[in-house]
């Protein structure tokens, strides 16, 4: 069995223990309810999951800055928001935006001087791809460059584990590309990445592993390829007269789901539904095909609970 | 301590970029006490009342403001998380911020003590000065531990909203823009409460004016009011996690 | 980079802070006892106009321009010039002579023979800052001479010196006793009878040797130039009269600036034995002699003897000394009084007119009676008007500097920052006078004592230590006093006083009169009051074998205080030897 970077059992976290700005399903009275997860050292795990599922709530559990209720929960092998772990941990907060007023080289300077075993800071600037914009105020990047900033803060302290909490949440593609190309490089210096994510393609395009949660509980873990194929698919959008009830009768359909006056449809074989949907109603209109978003593809790991058992072994 | 150093210099490079910040607590003071002692005033007895309590106005200033919506700011912007991520202890922000704003609070006080001694013809021995100056920076402290409290209850809007009431407040009822002795008694009253009424009487005592109480009651009170502000802000920052 | 912000900010903020400190206005609090104001200061050679000078505790705190300050008593020497105390580089010191002298702005006397008993009291003397109503003393205490020799006619026991050997013990007793110097009298070559002596060269260059390897500076009287240049030869520090013999030579010149010596020519006393006029003219002076009291004014009229001493040319003196500051060799102003024809205090200003006369410049002239003196016999703290020395200071109305004359035209002595009253009376003591029965003080009908329980008794100079002795019997309706004066004394005295246990206000009279006759002679009356810490005030009157009535000015005793008399005595002064006298009918009027 490979060595483990964090464990989590069974975590519960109230929400009325905590108080912070973040969005909540008012519903919920948990936070994290239950949350197991197990995150294995050296490469890149995603944890995945739709806003309000408890990825940042667990991320901040594993940096000690909220107390879980209950449940245990191993960093590195001592207990989450130990002293000693700070020296070995590495965050980029969602949110967390650093001082307007300071330029990233002074940033870098401060941060690195918290560290025992900091990197130098040209080397942050080189692997960061910083040095366009190094010594300019922090309130005159783009959001791209900010974020590397930030990056390049969470790394300073050379960790053995880095929790990226959103790194790519509001960037363009190009933006997105370039954040990639430097946690892939950080993974393969020997460090562990955790990153959170809504966005299946970072996961795709990065993670090894990757944990979905929901609702403050792990729904799937595996390697990210299991993952990805738990929620495949296709989903075809369209307007059409027949009841949900026929069209979820259908072999190939996974799911229905009204969205307006639009329908979305997930299924396993596009071709073989389309053309019964097309039998039954000549009319259709408004038709699109798409692969399934995340959370068409949550939906159906909820309604395939029991598929997911096995996805975590 | 190198951190700490650093820490020190970020905020100090933070404090003088912002003119919103600059503008407030180095100029209003001494342009207060400018107006004030100079134009309004025709006794010297007064400028020397005036140089006591503005002094104590001004080291308010940069402590509630740098404090208060400093922190408040930058735990909206999550910039306080990552020093609690960080191995560095908590009280190297704080200390840095409470150095920084002494430093300030230093700033503000020299222009106003260069208008008493040389506009005002105010004179004060040597030591006189310097217990002077001690108690004025002091009394950053108190203030300090006020902002401190604002900034990590309150959010950004709010805390520049409050501060600036707890501000005025403190300034008017601690008798520092008008002595407390013209006030109605019920305002008597209340400026027995403010930190800023026993640091002005604590202020006073040291140039030989003579305050309603005596020095080591305005002392004792003021250090019981910086527990009671401590043990408040402990409480807004565990609470603040 | 962040590191360096805070260092560079600190360190700014908290210069800045120190400077604003340091130059913010502090108040006016310094609090002086005394304050000087807009004085035109000399010191060292210069005069500062419009200078302030703070003084607490009987010292120059302050010397500045502009002294902010406040203080007890503040004097505005608007258009005065001040100068520091002077001092007399040649006196010998006994009696009332260190009040008289600083009645005349004399803060610091240097003392070339007195009474080696009379020293540790002296050394006390100055270095008490509350010592305001007289000159400091700086002594050589005994004099070295011969048996025989010049000094020891003055009736003070002097241990003689008589041959090398003796020299080395000699000056280590003197250091013992609290010399500042040694003194010694070499004058072989013209002795002024032939009864007199003189240590011999070797005796005296030994002298010198000694008094060098004891740390003390060696002075020389001499009365030639051969006198002199043997002195010379033998590593004299400075000569304390210049010789009157003849013209002085180029070599003695060369020599004497080589060898740095200094000499206190003494024009005053020369000029007295030469029955130059001077003195009388000093007598004259309406800025003099009302701060004389009578035996002064004889004093300055009197003459050594009734021919000119030969030896004391008074015109080769002055040319001698002339000589000497033209080329280079130091000279100091020293009166040697109370020589006949000097007085304490007076005598100086007068020696300084004379050294002016012989070429010194007024500056040069005031130097040599302030800064060089006192750093030549290292008298500290004294002679400048500079923060941290002694505030003896003397406020003039006119400049020295135009006319050295000036220097008498005194406005203020203050000494050790006190201001001196010129025309103090002592203070009545805690002891209340009584007030006077009856002005007829004693007839000798039947006994010692009068109606106002005064009674005569014997007086002499035991109570200090002296050998003298008296006896007093009513004989025939009189008082008859034998009295053997010896010496021992630097003043030694033995005679019949009038005295009471109570002191008495005689205020209401004006003169003292009695019979007297007896052995011839110069006879003085002491007066005695309350709180005389020195020597009893004291008039001058003659005897001889035929009665005669003396009748003596109250007024005229200086500083006595008539509203508290203890009493009078008669005495003969200065005389060593045996003496009588009968008295009657002693009356105030």
Known sequence: ?313 | MMALKNEIGAEILKAIRAPEFIAPTLLMPCAFYALFSLVFNNSTNNSLYLLATYGVFAAMGPAIFGFGIGIATERDRGWLQLKQIAPTPAYYYIAAKLVTTMLFAACALMPIYLIAGFASDITLTQSNWVSLFAVHISSAIPFALIGLSLGLMFSTNGAIAVSNIIFLSLAIFGGLWVPAFVFSSWMQTLALFTPSYHLAELALSTVNATGEYTPITNLLTITMMSILLTVLAIWAWSKGH | MLNKTFWVSTIAVVLTALIVLLILPKPNTEQFDLLIVNANTYSDGEIHPQTDIGISNGIIQQVSPNISGSATTTIDAQGKTLIPGLTDAHTHTFGDGLKQALKFGITNQIDMFTAPSILSNAIKQRLDINNTQNADLFSSGMLATSSRGHGTQYGIDIETLSNPEEATAWVSKRKIEGSDFIKLVYMPHMLHSQNMNSLNKATAAAVIDASHNAGLKAVAHISSQRGAQDMLNAGIDGLVHQFADSEVTDAFLQQAVKQNIFVIPTLSVIGSADHQEFSLSLAKNNLVNKHLNSMQQQQLSSRFHSDKLPGFNYQLAALNTKKMHAAGVTILAGSDAPNPGTVFGASLHQELQLLVDAGLSQSQALNAATSLPNSIFGITKRGHIKTGQRANILILNSSPLDNIENTLDIHTIIKNGVIFNRDAKYEPNATQPAAIKDGQLSDFSNSLTNNNGMRWVKTDDAIRNGKSTVDINLDDNTLYVNANVRSGFVFPWADAGLFTETPLDISQYSQLSFRVRGTKGQYTALAFSEDRTNLPAMQNFKVDERWRTVQLNITDFDSFDASSTNGFALVAANKVGQFEYYIDDVKLH
């Open chain 1, 1 to 313: 069995m490979k060595p483990t970077a964090l464990i989590s059992k069974n975590l519960q976290l109230n929400y009325n223990n905590y108080s912070n700005n973040y969005s909540k399903n008012k519903g919920d009275s948990k936070a994290l309810n239950g949350l197991s997860l197990t995150v294995p050292e050296g490469g890149i795990t995603a944890i995945l999951g739709s806003n309000g599922a408890g990825k940042t709530t667990f991320i901040k559990c594993a940096l000690g800055l909220l107390q879980t209720n209950s449940g245990s929960l191993q960093v590195l092998g001592q207990p989450a928001g130990g002293k000693r772990l700070k020296q070995h941990v590495g965050a980029m907060m969602q949110g967390a935006d650093l001082p307007d007023l300071l330029s990233a080289r002074e940033h870098l300077t401060l941060v690195c001087s918290y560290y025992q075993n900091a990197s130098p800071i040209a080397q942050l600037i080189e692997q960061c791809g910083l040095s366009d914009f190094v010594d300019k105020r922090y309130k005159t990047l783009s959001d791209g460059q900010k974020r590397r900033v930030q990056f390049a803060a969470a790394i300073a302290g050379r960790p053995k584990l880095i929790f990226l909490d959103e790194p790519t949440t509001g960037l363009d593609l190009k933006a997105r590309q370039i954040l990639w190309n430097t946690i892939r490089n950080l993974s393969q210096n020997g460090s562990t990445v955790i990153l959170t994510t809504h966005y299946l393609a970072d996961a795709d395009a990065l993670a090894d592993h990757t944990i979905v949660i929901n609702k403050g509980k792990t729904i799937a873990q595996g390697t990210t390829d299991n993952v990805r194929n738990i929620a495949s698919g296709t989903v075809i959008r369209c307007q059409t007269y027949i009841s949900q009830r026929t069209i979820k009768s259908l072999p190939t359909v996974k799911s229905v789901n009204t969205s307006g006056r639009l329908i979305d449809i997930l299924c396993n074989d596009s071709n073989t539904t389309l053309k019964m949907l097309l039998e039954l109603d000549p009319h259709l209109s408004d038709l699109t095909v798409s692969t399934p978003s995340l959370d068409q593809a949550f939906e159906q790991l909820l309604n395939n609970c029991s598929t997911t058992q096995g996805l975590t072994q």
